[in-house]
């Protein structure tokens, strides 16, 4: 319940700033949320939504190519955050300071990372590994350097190896800290608040399922025995279950090559910074988050965390799970403690 709330009241807030008359005065404090890989699928929509946010003051985006466009493009938009753009070289817009990640993260609240190359027809979040686990290594390397006090959200896959890539990093820097550093697993429990609510014929705003695990195939374990008044028969549980561990690859197929899910997962994002910058702010937040976790004996989990304006304040009990779900769980451990492992061995071998 607690997620779709707060969803509920993002999509509230974001609907009353976007007016061409007015700029939003809801935050009290400051807060900067840096956005790596802002010129992307993801990064783009993220960014619009981070600007309409009343809760993003100052908005900072980076990638290797194109954000000097983004800020430029996004700067005319009547909200009163400030933006700025900026490339690996020293170009930037507004065209002052150094640009460059030094500028995009010192002072950030909030990192968030959808930087790196999106899957095609036929590929595992796993091949992405290769080329998006350098560019997690180097990015959270400049988080470490630049904002090691901001809270920093992975997005980009594979999760459960993106992860703990970042801890490892910050690890090695002496700038780990657990309750910071956060795998992005919203789009796994907006996926299954939509599907069980079209199957209950419902609004989806109110139903909230949790999801456990991790962010990757059988990994995604959403808990539909949870669910008030869902009622399934074997066969509609087993296809419901399925289709939200594989609703990632519904969207690759669709695309056809051109990418993964990108809309959807900005507004996912986009309401887990929001939700983080609340809990700075005093609110108690419970989201599903992938973090470094002793519920199993999986080091990381995703599972329902209570956030506070420290990060992590309360990894909340798993509590029991169906006959049907123990079945899922204990097919997917093996797998999440390999791809996990496989993030750590890369940083440390
Ligand atoms: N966690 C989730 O639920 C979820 C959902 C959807 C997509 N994803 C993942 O998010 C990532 C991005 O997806 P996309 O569709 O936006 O891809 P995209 O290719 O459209 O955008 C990625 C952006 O990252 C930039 N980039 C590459 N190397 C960089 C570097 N070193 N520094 C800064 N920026 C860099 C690229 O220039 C590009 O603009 C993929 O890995 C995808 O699998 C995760
Ligand atoms: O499926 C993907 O590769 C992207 C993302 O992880 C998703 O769940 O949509």
């Avoid at 999509?11 to 807060?31: E, H, K, L, W």
């Avoid at 980076?62 to 909200?79: E, F, K, Q, R, W």
Wanted: aromatic fraction near 6%.
């Amino acid at each position: 319940m607690i997620m779709n709330r707060l969803a509920t009241k993002a999509i509230s807030a974001v609907a009353r700033t976007p007016s061409s008359r007015g700029f939003s005065t809801t935050s009290a404090v400051d807060a900067k949320v840096a956005v790596l890989g802002a010129a992307g699928g993801i990064g783009q929509p993220l960014s619009l939504l981070c600007k309409l946010s009343p809760e993003v003051t100052e908005l900072s985006c980076y990638d290797i190519v194109g954000t000097p466009g983004v800020a430029a493009d996004l700067s005319h938009i009547p909200t009163k955050s400030s933006i700025t753009g900026s490339l690996p070289s020293p170009v930037s817009w507004p065209p002052r300071g150094n640009g460059g990640l030094a500028e995009t993260l010192t002072g950030a609240d909030v990192v968030v990372i959808p930087a790196g190359v999106p899957r095609k027809p036929g590929m595992t979040r796993d091949d992405l590994f290769n080329t998006n686990a350098g560019i997690v290594k180097t990015l959270v390397e400049g988080c470490a350097e630049y904002c090691p006090d901001a809270m920093i959200a992975i997005i980009s896959n594979p999760v459960n190896s993106t992860v703990p890539i970042a801890a490892e990093v910050l690890k090695k820097a002496g700038k780990y800290n657990p309750n910071k550093v956060f795998g992005v697993t919203t789009l796994d429990v907006c996926r299954a608040n939509t599907f069980v609510a079209n199957h209950m014929g419902v609004d989806p705003k109110d139903v909230d399922v949790t999801v456990v695990g991790g962010h990757a195939g059988i990994t995604i374990l959403p808990l539909f025995s949870r669910v008030n008044g869902a009622k399934f028969t074997d066969e509609e549980l087993e296809k419901i279950t399925v289709r939200t561990q594989f609703g990632g690859d519904e969207v690759v197929a669709a695309k056809a090559g051109a990418g993964s899910a990108t809309l959807s997962m900005a507004y996912a994002g986009y309401i887990f910074t929001e939700n983080l910058l609340k809990a700075i702010r005093g609110e108690d937040i419970v989201q599903c988050a992938f973090v470094e976790s002793n519920l199993t004996d999986a080091p990381y989990f995703a599972s329902p965390v209570k956030f506070g304006k420290d990060g992590v304040k309360e990894i909340l009990p798993l509590g029991e799970l169906s006959a049907y779900e123990k079945k899922w769980f204990d097919k997917m451990m093996p797998e999440l403690k390999n791809q996990i492992k496989k993030g750590v061995d890369f940083v440390n071998n």
